[in-house]
């Protein structure tokens, strides 16, 4: 709500406070608009001329406005062209960061968050924390280098991991990966970067990637599965991530251990012996033999989605979201939507929509990018905290 | 987010909305502050001595400001006192009004939520729709009269009850009372108020309650669990009420139909004969023997209480929230809240804190009114969407 009291204080007439919100509104203007002129700028923010113009001065000072070539159609209307002008996204540039069991993925962008290339490496779930850090460290050395960006001119860069990440970027805790609970990971990539490194949950830097651009565009509420013997999931609220009080929302792989149920890694296994948490290869043989038939691995495959659902089913109960998107693994997930489907329709009201994510195997490295263009559009945009230039 | 392009509009000067802006301020500030004076509004609110002259000219006229005596102290100081103003609070009134399985209960305030009078009717379980809508009637008009208060002078009316309710106003699911299912509740009650009529489900006015005067007193991330054989609950995120997509978030009672599993009415039988899910007696009595020693009842509180603990406990790890509160029954929640809080510590790194309600019966008539309250300061306070005179 736009309340009275901040309104109040605006009205007020702190001469700093209303240049940044003039800034913040050209600069909406001209990131909405292609190449616009000093009058349709004026038009769009109801601003004064003297005010654009100022504001232009100042933002192409700061390298995020640059005047364009005039466009010959207003030389033939008037007799001096107008002015154009054009937001500079290539003024600074933005990384998104999967740290994950199994592989380590970096994607670079300009300020507008247009993809300018992305670069990915293996690496062992049982790779130690230094290990996998340095895993991240060479990948991003390499995406930087092949694309020619200079590593001064990152403004933020988003990281999304395994396991219930505090707002300080530490993970507070992580059974998925050796040596990742306790880790102060974002103070650790910190070292290698100027700019801010925000660390966030892989389920939830999910959910905002398919709400950017996959499965749940225009929907937001929307809650993303990722899938795996111990599930998790991230949940948009109203659009915005609904991290929990804790940072521990969504944490649904925790289910089993109400009823001191059978783990996931035992019901999946067709021999007694569990599998590994992180044994994606072991998964997938025993999806494979479910497929031809196999009597055991149909049963165990079927016991493995019963649960998954349930899991699900309670987090759909929990928050009621308009669509749920299941991915982050790629064996036999087609075989999860019919059941949830079905189990949904039994007791929801309005069952929410189900869908697969579209995003694929990039889906956190975008979420985290995602971030980080949040963050930078915050300084750039929002009112009351952002100084116009990089913090 | 005070985002630049809303701000745009109003620098580009629409002189209606800085007026309701200045509007909105000012009633702020008075309401903030006792009795305050011209000088006092204009340091608080940044505005000129003019413009508070006018807007509170124009605030008197639609009688939300009274002018108050001069102040002594103030006659000392200078030659003529200052002229001090008030929020008129008795200007309007409102009700919430709670439509339960076994009670009616009408509470009523002022327009700052002040109460100045409540009162409550019994109803049975089994009342069919149109017995309950009379009763609730017949409530609210005992205590109008009893209250001396003008049906002409309520501004808002916040109703709760048991179901899913739609933001029309509809009932949309109701297993518990007769013929609630498919009411259209709101546009029911409409009918004797000719002032706005908002329906809510039960346990989320119950959270609503708790964090205005209750055991959520500035906790934003709550969770207020209305126990019983189908437990139902109510989430507040970030200090909003979180209503899911459809209306239909918290309906943790479902839970049991996922895994096929016992119902609660079973559960808590100790003659295999299920319980009526309403009969409260019946189940009082249960909690009575088991106190005693019954080794039968004893078996069906744990039972039921493992039941109980692990619906919530789902609902906590989808939502993490900061302190679930435990109300809405009165029997045998005592035996609730430790198993809840040994459960939750077992698999949530930062269990939430657990407390019973401390609003007791009231409790959903309490945040009916808030309800109201909310809607009417809406309509005061907001800048974008507000009129100041009722709607």
Redesign the interface.
């Known amino acids: 709500?736009?309340?009275?009291?901040?309104?109040?204080?605006?009205?007020?007439?702190d001469p700093s406070l209303?240049r940044r919100?003039?800034s913040?509104?050209v600069?909406?203007?001209l990131r909405d608009a292609e190449t616009p002129s000093l009058t349709e700028l004026m038009r769009?923010?109801?601003?004064s001329r003297p005010t654009v113009e100022g504001v232009i001065e100042g933002l192409a000072e700061s390298g995020l406005v640059v005047e364009v070539p005039p466009d010959p159609a207003d030389a033939r209307k008037q007799g001096r062209p107008a002015r154009r002008f054009r937001f500079h996204a290539e003024a600074g540039h933005l990384l998104g960061i999967e740290v994950g069991a199994h592989q380590v993925r970096a994607v670079l962008s300009d300020l507008s968050g247009t993809p300018l290339g992305s670069h990915r490496h293996d690496v062992d779930e049982s790779a130690s924390a230094e290990e996998r850090l340095e895993r991240v460290r060479g990948t991003v050395a390499e995406l930087l280098r092949r694309s020619s960006v200079a590593r001064g001119t990152l403004w933020a860069v988003g990281v999304g991991t395994p396991g219930?990440v505090e707002a300080d970027g530490v993970v507070?805790?992580c059974t998925a990966l050796p040596g990742w609970t306790g880790l102060p990971l974002g103070e650790r990539l910190q070292r290698s970067f100027r700019c801010p490194v925000l660390v966030e949950n892989d389920a939830n830097v999910a959910v905002v990637a398919e709400h950017w651009q996959g499965a749940a565009v225009g929907t937001d509420?929307a809650v993303f599965v990722l899938a795996g013997l111990s599930p998790g999931?991230g949940?948009l609220?109203g659009g915005r991530l609904?991290?929990?009080?804790?940072?521990?929302?969504?944490?649904?792989g925790?289910?089993h251990?109400?009823?001191r149920e059978v783990t996931p890694e035992h019901l999946l296994s067709t021999t007694g012996t569990p599998l590994h948490p992180l044994d994606e290869g072991a998964v997938a043989r025993v999806f494979a033999l479910a497929k031809e038939g196999d009597p055991q691995a149909l049963e165990a495959v079927n016991r493995f989605l019963r649960r998954l659902?349930?899991d699900v089913?309670?987090?759909v109960?929990?928050?009621?979201?308009?669509l749920v998107v299941v991915g982050g693994w790629a064996a036999g997930l087609d075989g999860v939507l019919e059941p949830l489907r079905e189990?949904l329709a039994?007791?929801?009201?309005?069952p929410?929509e189900v869908a697969l994510s579209a995003l694929g195997e990039g889906v956190i490295a975008t979420g985290a990018l995602r971030l980080a263009l949040d963050h930078v559009e915050?300084q750039l945009?929002?009112?009351?905290q952002a100084p116009l230039a990089r913090r």
Chains 1, 2 share one sequence.
């Open positions: 709500m736009l309340g009275g009291l901040t309104l109040g204080r605006f009205t007020g007439g209303l919100i003039n913040a509104v600069l909406h203007a769009v923010t109801g601003l219930i507070r805790l509420d999931a949940s609220i609904h991290r929990g009080f804790g940072g521990a929302a969504g944490e649904i925790a289910l251990l109400l009823g659902v349930h089913a309670a987090l109960l929990a928050i009621d979201p308009e189990q039994l007791y929801c009201l309005r929410p915050e945009f929002a009112v009351e």
